[in-house]
């Protein structure tokens, strides 16, 4: 389940109970990060037999019991500051492109987001440990690997490494054609890194980078770990603005740009513009 927004909640709701219809009589499990937020209100849900959190999600067998239906969900979940087990994945997506999970957990606590709640600290696996399941990818003829995780510039902070010496030794493993970085943090993007990948003939030239806003105001109340002044000389940074424009923040607001290996970000300050590009 999901639980990034209401909409996200009634949607497992429904399908919750689009499962219950379709398969009446079976055991019913819910797990995930609407489990883990709120598992007493999916546990009046009916038909719903077991409710497992975050750090159970990956062990249901030990849970299921005799598989005997319940008058109420039972909850199994550990208190969201407890959650320090990361778990290691790599799941295989079209083709021969592979997702590499290197990080779960934030520590970031920004104003909007349930994460930190829902996936609990930050955590992630160790380099060597990450490194050998890339090898087993290619070993298997996987050739293309995303580097994943819910805030991975954040990697390594319990086992004193740091996400650039991951990369770098990701970057040795012969067999792997192309790495992608999912979406970094524009604080935890270093000139190091920026450098890396520039140098890197298996990292592809693009970084996501969730700006979220192009007004500093904004990104204070937000609770945001970065302002757009603040932000590195060596990256384009395209916000196109729809509707009221925040203080000091012009129609497009551009950094000096040095490096091509960049794709403009675009950044929409007003989400419920009908109009806005997507």
Known sequence: TCSVTELADKKCRQTIRKIARQHPGAFIVVTGCYAQLKPEEISHIPDVDLILGAEQKLDILQYLGDLQKKQKGNIVTTPTKDIKKFSPSCSRGDRTRYFLKVQDGCDYFCTYCT????????????????????????????????????????FGKQTGETFLD????????????????????????????????ARS????????????????????????????RD??????????????????????AVVSSQASTFHNYTCLLTP???????
């Open 272 to 278: 419920k513009d009908p109009e806005r590009k997507r």
């Open 201 to 228: 003939k298996r990292f592809a030239p693009h970084f996501h980078i969730p700006l979220q806003s192009g007004s500093d105001t904004v990104l204070k109340l937000m609770h945001r770990h970065m302002c757009i």
């Open 115 to 154: 994460i930190p709640f829902a996936r609990g600290r930050s955590r992630s696996g160790t380099i060597e440990q990450l490194t050998e399941q890339a090898r087993e990818v290619a070993l298997s003829g996987g050739k293309e690997i995303v580097i994943t995780g819910v805030n991975i510039g954040d």
């Open 166 to 197: 991951l990369i770098e030794s990701l970057d040795q493993i012969e067999g792997i054609e192309h790495y992608r970085i999912s979406s970094i943090e524009p604080n935890l993007l270093t000139d190091d890194i920026i450098s890396f990948v």
């Open 231 to 252: 932000r590195h000389s060596s990256v384009s940074i395209s916000l196109p603005v729809y509707g009221a424009k925040p203080k000091n923040c012009s129609r497009k």
